[in-house]
């Protein structure tokens, strides 16, 4: 008679399994969808790194632009993206370096791109403007100054981050 309370009752035995077996189920299910729902959040993106451009010996008066490519990590994608700069030195030999990408609808914009305006930044689509320093011209169709990248400067290398945008003109 004592036996026969210390067994498991088929109605315990089926209890215990299925839960056993249904957790473990639903934790092979939800632990692969937990990790790659905040995958992205442990992984740390290169966004914000800075990049090596250029040499700062190659660096002018002359606005010049110069392309060099990032990887870019976008939730689950990877890839690689070029990027853009108007890089020059101003009166006080500091560098600045312009975002190409216009500010008016994202044309890109070209230094003395037109031949009537040989010291302003030119952008095609829409004929905007914007002077040396990347402040728009007034009246144009550019509402804002062209962005500045963050950089720095290294062991005579140009490094850039991301364009940062300036105040309204
Ligand atoms: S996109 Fe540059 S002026 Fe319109």
Redesign the pocket.
């Known amino acids: 008679m004592s036996e026969k309370k210390n067994e498991v009752s088929r109605r315990q035995f089926l209890n215990y399994t299925l839960t056993g077996v249904g957790g473990f189920m639903a934790a092979g299910i939800l632990a692969p969808m937990v990790r790659f729902a905040i995958d992205p959040v442990l992984k740390a993106t290169s966004g914000s790194e800075m990049s090596p451009v250029v040499d700062v010996s190659e660096l002018s008066n002359e606005p010049q632009r110069f392309d060099w490519t990032i990887e870019q990590v976008d939730a689950w994608y990877t890839s690689d993206v070029t990027k853009s700069a108007w890089v020059y030195l101003d009166d006080n030999d500091e560098i600045v370096a312009l975002s190409p990408v ?6 890109a ?1 070209n230094w003395a791109g037109n031949s009537d305006y040989p010291d302003q930044f030119f ?6 403007r914007y002077y040396k320093d990347g402040t728009n011209v007034p009246n ?3 509402d804002a100054p062209l962005d500045e990248f963050e950089l720095e400067v290294k062991d005579g290398t140009l490094y850039l981050g991301n364009p940062k945008p300036r105040g309204e003109a």
């Not at 216009?102 to 044309?107: A, D, Q, T």
């Not at 952008?123 to 905007?128: Q, R, S």
């Open positions: 216009c500010k008016h609808l994202g044309c914009v952008c095609p689509c829409h004929d905007g144009t169709p550019p």
